[in-house]
């Protein structure tokens, strides 16, 4: 069965860190991109960050552009998305995708993980 299974998220203060993490099974994650995305309360689904399965390119939403990083380890078919400087603005289910860009066109979805950034 495919399926990939996010955790790693909770509540923090702001300036804090979080990783979370994804974990790929059914298939193998190193033949595919993988993207985080993420959805706040009332707002749209969007586009956090995407490794490549070629060369681990990675890009970022400018909102997260030199707080978060994201990395893969092929071995244990996960994906991580670090995150630094945590904003209240950050608040949101993070999800984990096979795949990248438009959410609407992906079909293999993670649960999701709460991330809640508050004082």
């Known amino acids: 069965q495919v399926q990939l299974v996010e955790s790693g998220g909770g509540l923090v203060q702001p300036g804090g860190s979080l990783r979370l993490s994804c974990a790929a099974s059914g298939f193998t994650l190193d033949y595919y991109a993988i993207g985080w995305f993420r959805q706040a309360p009332g707002k749209e689904r969007e586009g956090v960050s995407c490794?490549?399965?070629?060369?681990?390119?990675?890009r970022y939403a400018d909102s997260v552009k030199g707080r978060f990083t994201i990395s893969r380890d092929n071995a244990k078919n996960t994906v991580y998305l670090q995150m630094n400087s945590l904003k209240p603005e950050d608040t949101a289910v993070y999800y984990c995708?096979?795949?990248?860009?438009?959410?609407?066109?992906?079909?293999?979805w993670g649960q999701g993980t709460l991330v809640a950034v508050s004082s």
């Open positions: 490794i490549s399965s070629s060369d681990a390119s990675t």
């Open positions: 995708a096979r795949g990248c860009g438009n959410y609407r066109y992906l079909e293999v």
